[in-house]
């Protein structure tokens, strides 16, 4: 359940995205709403976990302060990106990143090589590349593209480093206040960034923002939480529930983005589809 979760949670997170500019939503402030909305979920979903005395020594702290950076940092640029490259190009460029976070886990652990798992990733691979080219008929992609560039590789640091934090930094029953704690970090940098540029004027609140931000910060803490819940308690390897999970997000994001917001797509794209399709049957038998 732990898989199926943050694969919801996350596709659920590009189709807000997708459906702020409808409302006229400002992305900013809605994710610096957003992490204080999932530091309180952290709180209130699982106390018996929060409850415990945590010991919080500097490395574990600093492991905190850097997902932080990357949480907010990249959820900002995907916000963006969604809107002006695409609900497809963006989400593809987000999971398109397990290339680099597989190969670190498969490294760094280890893990055992087997033919249908590089298959399973080399179709993947290929899937989200395919899907991801297609993008060059969108408005503004020459002035846009650097995000997926930098989702890419930021996104493939992030999902190495939660899954180094789930095997080597928490102990027992840690992934809920971890996760909050690096929520609540996020959020008053966003804050402070948000007063900043209200103080100058470049920044205007409004109960609009703030509502969005309500409904951003529930997916977005259960969506990591899940995520490391899933490196905790499933016996697959991390690079395989890595691929699993990114490869189906990219999947559903597609297909929403075609049914809802009729986003094109070429015959380049439905490669991609497909091949993404089987990628996660190889992946799955080869967990």
């Known amino acids: ?18 459906l702020f500019p409808r409302f006229e939503i400002d992305t900013f ?3 610096v709403v957003n992490y204080f909305v999932a530091f309180l979920c952290g709180f209130i979903f699982f106390p018996f976990e929060l409850n415990k005395l945590v010991s919080v020594d500097v490395f574990w702290f600093l492991n ?5 950076v990357l ?6 640029i995907m916000g963006i990106s969604s809107q ?4 497809s190009s963006t989400s593809v460029a987000v999971k398109m990143s397990m290339a680099l976070s597989v190969l670190g886990m498969m490294i760094s652990y280890s893990e055992n090589i087997q033919w249908m798992k590089i298959t399973g990733i080399i179709l993947a691979i290929t899937g989200v590349i395919s899907m991801t080219l297609q993008s060059t008929d969108q408005k503004n992609t020459v002035s846009s593209a650097w995000m997926l560039l930098v989702l890419f590789v930021g996104s493939g640091l992030l999902d190495f480093l939660l899954n180094y934090i789930q095997h080597h930094v928490l102990v027992e029953n840690e992934t809920a206040f971890f996760t909050a704690f690096a929520f609540g970090i996020a959020g008053v940098i966003g804050a402070v960034i948000a007063i900043t540029l209200w103080l100058q004027g470049k920044l205007k609140p409004s109960f609009r923002n703030l509502l969005a931000g309500i409904l ?5 803490y259960f969506s990591i939480y899940f995520l490391m819940k899933a490196y905790d308690v499933l016996s697959w390897s991390g690079s395989s529930i890595l691929a699993v999970i990114n490869v189906s997000i990219v999947v559903i994001a597609s297909i929403i983005g075609l049914i809802f917001f009729q986003e094109k797509w070429n015959k380049l794209k ?8 089987i990628s996660i049957l190889f992946l799955y038998l080869a967990a």
Not at 3 to 12: H, N, Q, R
Not at 64 to 68: H, N, P, R, T, V
Not at 216 to 220: H, M, R, S, V, Y
Not at 270 to 277: H, K, Q, R, V
């Open 1 to 18: 359940m732990e898989l199926l979760f943050a694969i919801l949670f996350s596709s659920f997170i590009f189709v807000l995205f997708k």
């Open 71 to 76: 949480f907010i940092g990249l959820f900002l």
């Open 84 to 87: 002006r490259n695409g609900l």
């Open 216 to 220: 951003l910060g529930i997916p977005n």
């Open 29 to 31: 402030q809605a994710i």
């Open 64 to 68: 905190a302060i850097s997902a932080s």
């Open 270 to 277: 439905f490669f991609g589809f497909i091949s993404a399709l």
